[in-house]
């Protein structure tokens, strides 16, 4: 695996939390009940990389589109530090550096024609380079203000998938850049149901380039829709598949949501894919026992339906573990990461290798997975 991964993650006062949470460098599941800190954690991880190592006019979308899964993005920025008179401070370790976010809060009042209203400003500074952020936010909208010498400079590739779906014209902009830095789109495509699915670019009704799904099937001719008609699981299914081609480290939250078991089993089939020959990592939240099923399985095997029958796979887990080279290479390759929220820190547990296959592949209950701490 490449040094250039997410080692470790850390909060203070972040959302009001305070961890430090190992990863691993490839694929990291990580589960614990509602209100553990789940996505809070993706949150910082994805703060910390496009304030200290991406172009800013670019990736901030990341953060408005987690921040907008959470219903209200103004309230969701002014959260991020639980009162005024404190700072928030959010580091990641990525090979042997350091890069933090620190984050304060301020209010102040304005006039604005004969009301007096409210402005909250949320100040973001990157330790690893010139990087500074600031959001205002008033009773009526957000301000977004970047500046500083290296904030346009982009280091690393992140992708990010939230339980929402990304806001218009987002993901069309993304798919013409693949198209014109990759020269075509067979990367997005997958087969579903004995259909065919896979993107291309159109002019819509205004005559405006935007994404559409091509489908087809033996009996019909293909058919064309607008990406914004298609069911919400598809959606984020290629949006995970067109992500894949820009990331180096992928955030994905709650990667079962809207994703019928079919649909998420080929989700689990291109991560592993991805694993083996791009080196990526992954950091993947579920709340789904068998979306972490599909996950182990397709990491250790080829065979798509093992996950299916947990005693076959629990066996698959116990053969494959018994071989040393094997092992340790299961230990680089999956980490269980379990949260939990005691006040204000999260607890966590991490789990490698096969300890975390026959975990994950022998419990009855997810649930379970929380008492180990």
Same mark, same amino acid.
């Given at each position: 695996? /490449?040094?250039?991964?997410?080692?470790? *993650?850390?909060?203070?006062? $972040?959302?009001?939390?305070?961890?430090?949470?190992?990863?691993?460098?490839?694929?990291?599941?990580? *589960?614990? +009940?509602?209100?553990?800190?789940?996505?809070?954690?993706?949150?910082?991880?994805?703060?910390?990389?496009?304030?200290?190592?991406?172009?800013?006019?670019?990736?901030?979308?990341?953060?408005?589109?987690?921040?907008?899964?959470?219903?209200?993005?103004?309230? /969701?920025?002014?959260?991020?530090?639980?009162?005024?008179?404190?700072?928030?401070?959010?580091?990641?370790?990525?090979?042997?550096?350091?890069?933090?976010?620190?984050?304060?809060?301020?209010?102040?009042?304005?006039?604005?024609?004969?009301?007096?209203?409210?402005?909250?400003?949320?100040?973001?500074?990157?330790?690893?380079?010139?990087?500074?952020?600031?959001?205002?936010?008033?009773?009526?909208?957000?301000?977004?203000?970047?500046?500083?010498?290296?904030?346009?400079?982009?280091?690393?590739?992140?992708?990010?998938?939230?339980?929402?779906?990304?806001?218009?014209? $987002?993901?069309?902009? =993304?798919?013409?850049?693949?198209?014109?830095?990759?020269?075509?789109?067979?990367?997005?495509?997958?087969? =579903?149901?004995?259909?065919?699915?896979?993107?291309?670019?159109?002019?819509?009704?205004?005559?405006?380039?935007?994404?559409?799904?091509?489908?087809?099937?033996?009996?019909?001719?293909?058919?064309?829709?607008?990406?914004?008609? *298609?069911?919400?699981?598809?959606?984020?299914?290629?949006?995970?598949?067109?992500?894949?081609? $820009?990331?180096?480290?992928?955030?994905?939250?709650?990667?079962?949501?809207?994703?019928?078991?079919?649909?998420?089993?080929?989700?689990?089939?291109?991560?592993?894919?991805?694993?083996?020959?791009?080196?990526?990592? $992954?950091?993947?939240?579920?709340?789904?026992?068998?979306?972490?099923?599909?996950?182990?399985?397709?990491?250790?095997?080829?065979?798509?339906?093992?996950?299916?029958? +947990?005693?076959?796979?629990?066996?698959?887990?116990?053969?494959?573990?018994?071989? @040393?080279?094997?092992?340790?290479?299961?230990?680089?390759?999956?980490?269980?990461?379990?949260?939990? @929220?005691?006040?204000?820190?999260?607890?966590?547990?991490?789990?490698?290798?096969?300890?975390?296959?026959?975990?994950?592949?022998?419990?009855?209950? *997810? @649930?379970?997975?929380?008492?180990?701490?």
């Amino acid at each position: 695996m /490449s040094i250039n991964l997410l080692k470790r *993650v850390s909060l203070e006062n $972040f959302r009001g939390l305070n961890a430090n949470i190992e990863l691993g460098a490839a694929l990291n599941i990580i *589960v614990g +009940p509602n209100t553990s800190g789940k996505t809070s954690l993706l949150e910082a991880i994805a703060m910390n990389l496009v304030l200290n190592y991406t172009d800013i006019k670019f990736t901030n979308y990341y953060l408005l589109i987690m921040h907008a899964s959470r219903g209200s993005e103004k309230h /969701s920025i002014a959260s991020l530090v639980p009162s005024k008179n404190i700072q928030a401070n959010t580091c990641i370790n990525i090979g042997n550096e350091k890069a933090c976010t620190n984050i304060t809060k301020e209010s102040r009042q304005e006039s604005h024609g004969p009301q007096i209203i409210t402005v909250v400003d949320v100040k973001l500074k990157a330790t690893r380079r010139k990087c500074y952020l600031t959001y205002t936010l008033t009773p009526t909208g957000i301000g977004i203000n970047a500046n500083g010498k290296d904030c346009f400079n982009q280091e690393f590739g992140m992708g990010v998938l939230t339980s929402g779906i990304m806001p218009y014209n $987002f993901f069309d902009k =993304l798919v013409g850049k693949l198209k014109l830095e990759q020269g075509g789109l067979e990367a997005l495509s997958l087969e =579903l149901a004995g259909k065919k699915f896979k993107v291309d670019i159109a002019s819509d009704d205004w005559d405006q380039l935007a994404a559409y799904i091509v489908e087809n099937s033996n009996q019909k001719k293909s058919k064309m829709v607008i990406f914004y008609s *298609v069911g919400r699981g598809l959606q984020r299914a290629m949006q995970y598949l067109l992500e894949l081609n $820009f990331a180096d480290i992928m955030l994905v939250d709650e990667i079962e949501s809207a994703m019928h078991p079919e649909l998420l089993e080929i989700i689990a089939t291109k991560t592993a894919e991805a694993i083996r020959n791009k080196k990526k990592q $992954f950091i993947v939240t579920t709340q789904s026992l068998e979306a972490a099923r599909m996950l182990a399985a397709a990491l250790i095997t080829h065979n798509k339906s093992i996950w299916r029958s +947990p005693a076959r796979l629990l066996r698959e887990v116990h053969n494959i573990c018994k071989d @040393r080279d094997r092992e340790e290479e299961l230990d680089e390759l999956l980490s269980l990461i379990i949260l939990d @929220r005691d006040d204000n820190k999260l607890k966590s547990l991490r789990l490698l290798g096969c300890e975390a296959l026959s975990h994950i592949a022998g419990t009855k209950d *997810v @649930r379970l997975s929380y008492t180990l701490l």
